[in-house]
């Protein structure tokens, strides 16, 4: 079993659609949870990051982390085709620094149609 | 969060021979962190390098096949030695963010092993 589990899909929204990207992991130390966006052919690019449980929101983007349940979301709101990319979700037990190793999902491929 | 730029963006290389990743940051960083993505797979460490120290490897890899140089807290090299299809991969650049509670990473090289 990996340590982080995410479906790959691709799923496919039209525009304007609220999309859910979720993860499930097996590691209960993992505290810090990230999301990155990964544009074709481009390294992946920070969007959100939590630390704990909890919600955190940022414009369109909400990130959700339920760690009784061992569950991660993220949410777009008001989705646009420019944000077709994909979505990989990385967590760690620690930030400090020499200790900090993160561990991703697969990604899930998101295409949002005009 | 820091600038990355890595070289090469991609390459073909002939299987036997060796290829090295330059990763130049725009900003003094204690922690580089060098990882592969495969087709399909998620993203994985290779490595930690730490300006002034031998790079601590992950489970895997090994430094006689992938040798990492760090001579200031700028830069880095990866060399992926006697490279075969298998090799044919992205190698990301990353580095820790400014408030130390994530990493950013580079554009990626992206290697094919024909």
């Given amino acids: ?57 940022d414009g369109r983007f909400t990130a959700q982390v339920d760690k009784s349940s061992k569950y991660i979301s993220l949410f777009i709101r008001d989705s646009q085709p420019s944000d077709s990319a994909t979505y990989l979700c990385a967590m760690t037990p620690s930030m400090n620094t020499g200790f900090q190793k993160l561990v991703f999902g697969t990604g899930t491929r998101l295409l949002v149609s005009p | 969060s820091a600038v990355i730029s890595q070289k090469p963006s991609r390459d073909i290389c002939q299987r036997g021979t060796s290829l090295t990743i330059q990763c130049q940051v725009d900003s003094q960083v204690t922690m580089m962190f060098w990882y592969r993505q495969q087709p399909g797979q998620s993203l994985t460490l290779i490595a930690t390098a730490n300006q002034g120290s031998e790079a601590t490897y992950e489970s895997g890899f090994v430094i006689d096949k992938f040798p990492i140089s760090r001579p200031n807290l700028t830069f880095s090299t990866l060399t992926v030695s006697n490279m075969s299809p298998e090799d044919s991969s992205i190698y990301l650049c990353s580095v820790d963010g400014p408030s130390g509670n994530t990493i950013y990473f580079g554009e990626g090289s992206w290697l094919t092993v024909v």
């Fill in chain 1, 1 to 57: 079993q990996k340590e982080v589990e995410q479906d790959p899909g691709p799923l496919s929204v039209p525009e304007g659609a609220i999309v859910s990207l979720n993860c499930t992991y097996s590691n209960s130390a993992f505290q810090y949870f990230m999301w990155y966006r990964q544009y074709s052919r481009k390294g992946p690019e920070l969007l959100m990051y939590t630390y704990s449980s909890g919600n955190k929101e």
